[in-house]
T-cell receptor, first 112, second 111 residues
Framework: EAGVAQSPRYKIIEKRQSVAFWCNPI?????LYWYQQILGQGPKLLIQ????????DSQLPKDRFSAERLKGVDSTLKIQPAKLEDSAVYLC??????????FGSGTRLTVV | DQQVKQNSPSLSVQEGRISILNCDYT??????FLWYKKYPAEGPTFLIS?????DKNEDGRFTVFLNKSAKHLSLHIVPSQPGDSAVYFC??????????FGTGTSLTVIP
């Protein structure tokens, strides 16, 4: 079974620029999550999708972050404009059931 | 507001000995608990889980204990191996769906 694929692995941008991350979940996994992990902290949920619908985006800073999951498979997370405090690892995870999920390797974003 | 806390940022243990990683939570509605292991430059990997109907779950060298009245869980690794050196995150959820993560404990197993 292929894992959760994320790209790019690393990204460096200047503040106020925009950036997008891509996630391809495990085949058949209906639930997809985006987490933000700031250095020294645990992952924090940003948004949860069930198929192509948003289940919870209460912790997503919607003034600058957006996410979509077209056709209930791949997902993209966008930040526009980026701030210095957005520097973090962005993790995508997917699950078949509601108990525990599989993470991708993450995208490390550095905003300078 | 950190609902899941791992108060020990790091732990060092000799190979072959027991590693005990602790986790406390504040929300009494949490019923599902997970432990994840994370190596550098990789995403977290699921390790072991427990739900509130049990107080212990064992999988090989890994055992998770849950004390719901104390809102505390712990992960025991016996015997510890150098390959266990990683950051360990505990996570908790009221529904088994969205999990809240602790800040992690970095375990170093010394050969």
């Amino acid at each position: 079974e292929a894992g959760v694929a994320q790209s790019p692995r690393y990204k460096i941008i200047e503040k106020r620029q925009s950036v997008a991350f891509w996630c391809n979940p495990i085949s058949g996994h209906a639930t997809l999550y985006w987490y933000q992990q700031i250095l020294g902290q645990g992952p924090k949920l940003l948004i949860q999708f069930q198929n192509n619908g948003v289940v919870d985006d209460s912790q997503l800073p919607k003034d600058r972050f957006s996410a979509e999951r077209l056709k209930g498979v791949d997902s993209t997370l966008k930040i526009q404009p980026a701030k210095l405090e957005d520097s973090a690892v962005y993790l995508c995870a997917s699950s078949l059931t509601t108990y525990g999920y599989t993470f991708g390797s993450g995208t490390r974003l550095t905003v300078v | 507001d950190q609902q899941v806390k791992q108060n020990s940022p790091s732990l060092s243990v000799q190979e072959g000995r027991i590693s005990i990683l602790n986790c406390d939570y504040t929300n009494s509605m949490f019923d599902y608990f997970l432990w994840y292991k994370k190596y550098p430059a990789e995403g977290p990997t699921f390790l072991i889980s427990i739900s509130s109907i049990k107080d212990k779950n064992e999988d090989g060298r890994f055992t998770v204990f849950l004390n719901k009245s104390a809102k505390h869980l712990s992960l025991h690794i016996v015997p510890s191996q150098p390959g266990d050196s990683a950051v360990y995150f505990c996570a908790a959820s009221p529904t088994g769906n969205q999990f809240y993560f602790g800040t992690g404990t970095s375990l170093t197993v010394i050969p």
